[in-house]
């Protein structure tokens, strides 16, 4: 596609239940990235994949999270039993590069917990 | 949805110039981030503003966002090659978050 693609945009969910968040790169982008931004704060690295190599968790802030990049395009940000405090807006990003210039930022999922 | 446009899209300057980097909102900003990408890694955090007329500094970079709360200017005084890299606005829209088109800066020493 044109861009990177994120979705739902917007998830409400009870604390405790599970959910999954789409990211779909840019067509051809070798390299995806997830953030959470939270109120007030940067952004937050929490995993990095590039081609087939094993990704780059170091930033996932628990065991309740996981992500997925199947086929090397569309990845799956898991949140298990989520919490109020994983609220967030969640961002993918795409590049060509390997931990080159981020290029291309997906809109975001925003995630509340309630 | 919300636009960003960010002015200059690419800045050349020599060490020690100062320098103005524009980001124009499509709507109001209720939340203005400043990043900076440095070549081969992350986006790394500057500041938020969200009052209008509200101004933080960093260091030699100071950011204000105007009454309007449609705009917002980041400033860097006497730009360093450390400076190098690309600014990156962003905006809190409620459901979604907005990146800015990018600023390149190039801080010739």
């Known amino acids: 596609g044109a861009g990177v693609s994120q979705s739902p945009s917007n998830k409400v969910t009870e604390k405790g239940k599970d959910v999954e968040l789409r990211c779909d790169p840019i067509s051809g982008h070798t390299a995806l990235y997830w953030y959470r931004q939270s109120l007030g704060q940067g952004l937050e690295f929490l995993i990095y994949?590039?081609?087939?190599?094993?990704?780059?968790k170091s930033g996932l802030p628990s065991d309740r999270f996981s992500a997925e990049r199947t086929g090397g395009s569309v990845s799956t940000l898991t949140i298990q039993r989520t919490q109020q405090e994983d609220s967030a807006v969640y961002l993918c990003a795409s590049s060509l590069a390997d931990r080159g210039l981020i290029k291309t930022f997906g809109s975001g999922t925003r995630l509340t917990v309630v | 949805s919300q636009e960003l446009e960010q002015s200059p899209q690419s800045l050349i300057v020599q060490e020690g110039k100062n320098l103005t980097i524009n980001c124009t909102s499509s709507k109001t900003l209720y939340g203005l981030y400043w990043y900076k990408q440095k070549y081969g890694e992350g986006l790394i955090f500057l500041m938020m503003?969200?009052?209008?007329?509200e101004e933080k500094s960093h260091e030699k970079i100071t950011a204000k966002l105007d009454e309007k709360k449609q705009q917002s200017s980041l400033h860097i005084t006497a730009s360093q090659p450390s400076h190098a890299g690309i600014y990156l606005c962003?905006?809190?829209?409620?459901?979604?978050?907005?990146f800015g088109t990018g600023t390149s800066l190039t801080v010739i020493p």
């Open positions: 962003g905006a809190d829209g409620g459901n979604q978050f907005y």
């Open positions: 503003l969200q009052k209008g007329g």
């Open positions: 994949f590039q081609g087939n190599s094993a990704p780059d």
